[in-house]
């Protein structure tokens, strides 16, 4: 029997294609849910704590096979008030996949090129990030990419402001400014299980207004928050949900291309 996930609340939510499998149910509340005031744990001394240059993130197991490096960019920056918020993009609708997700800046690592290098190239080819801009901090750990063996090594940066953007508009449809303190409010963060027995797994979502933010840029947030509140948000079967899937994984059958 499905036990249905509450769906986003009025007002919130976008129009991503999210492939649910016919089995599915709610999952476990935001790691954050039982402090007072999450907001007030949020700072630029806190990030920097949580994620010190020169931090490196727990491996994905598929490093070791050989697989293909991708990294992203997860670009923080302060309003004149101290309060911190974070560039997100929506990818195009045009993209051959993850057409109009919600992503961090990002792409395949070039050969020779660091995790830094490539999360800062990234930036600046699809939003115009001034690469001068940006004071690169630590590693959060890697993420295993679920339909190909991939992984991503997310890097955190730190801009001295609202950056200042040009999109490719082959890439990107829109830049997304999100307030911490609205991924924090109250009912925006969910968790769904996806599958059962060795499929099952959890997956994020984030519910702004007109957008849903979920799958691996969601984990990735998830993951970033719970470090800078120093909450306990789970070992590598939360963080990085993917990585158990064996190297012959395919998207079972049963999934839907649904609009939520």
């Known amino acids: 029997m499905t036990h249905l996930p509450p769906g986003p609340p009025p007002g919130?939510?976008?129009p991503q294609r999210i492939p649910r499998p016919?089995?599915?149910?709610?999952?476990?509340?935001?790691?954050w849910a039982d402090l007072a005031d999450p907001v007030a744990g949020v700072s630029l001394d806190a990030v920097r704590a949580a994620v010190p240059p020169g931090r490196v993130g727990r491996p994905s197991p598929v490093e070791s096979d050989g697989a293909a490096p991708s990294a992203v960019l997860v670009p923080l920056f302060p309003a004149e008030d101290g309060s911190l918020s974070v560039l997100l993009t929506r990818r195009s609708?045009?993209?051959?996949?993850?057409?109009?997700?919600?992503?961090?800046?990002?792409g395949r690592t070039d050969p020779?090129?660091?995790?830094?290098?490539a999360a800062v190239r990234e930036a600046f080819e699809e939003v115009g990030v001034d690469p001068?801009?940006?004071?690169?901090?630590?590693?959060?750990?890697h993420l295993t990419t679920v339909t190909r063996r991939a992984y991503i090594v997310p890097?955190?940066?730190?801009l001295p402001g609202r950056p200042d953007l040009v999109l490719n508009t082959d890439e990107v449809d829109a830049a997304l400014l999100v307030p911490l303190s609205?991924?924090?409010?109250?009912e925006v963060f969910r968790e769904e299980r996806w599958g059962s027995g060795e499929w099952s797994r959890p997956v994020y979502f984030f519910e702004?207004?007109?957008?849903?933010?979920?799958?691996?840029?969601?984990?990735?947030?998830?993951?970033?928050?719970s470090r800078v509140l120093e909450v306990e948000h789970g070992g590598p079967d939360e963080n990085d949900p993917a990585h158990m899937a064996p190297t012959d994984y395919q998207i079972p059958p049963g999934f839907e291309d649904e609009v939520v």
Do not use: C, I, M, Y
Request: aromatic letters at 6%; a negative charge; zero cysteines.
């Open 112 to 117: 020779g090129e660091t995790a830094v290098q």
């Open 93 to 106: 609708w045009n993209l051959r996949t993850h057409k109009g997700e919600v992503s961090f800046p990002g």
């Open 22 to 31: 016919a089995e599915f149910s709610a999952g476990s509340p935001a790691p």
């Open 182 to 186: 609205e991924l924090l409010a109250s």
């Open 12 to 14: 919130r939510g976008g």
């Open 132 to 141: 001068s801009s940006v004071e690169p901090l630590g590693e959060l750990d």
């Open 155 to 158: 890097v955190v940066g730190l």
């Open 208 to 225: 702004l207004v007109g957008d849903t933010v979920w799958g691996a840029t969601a984990a990735l947030l998830r993951q970033l928050l």
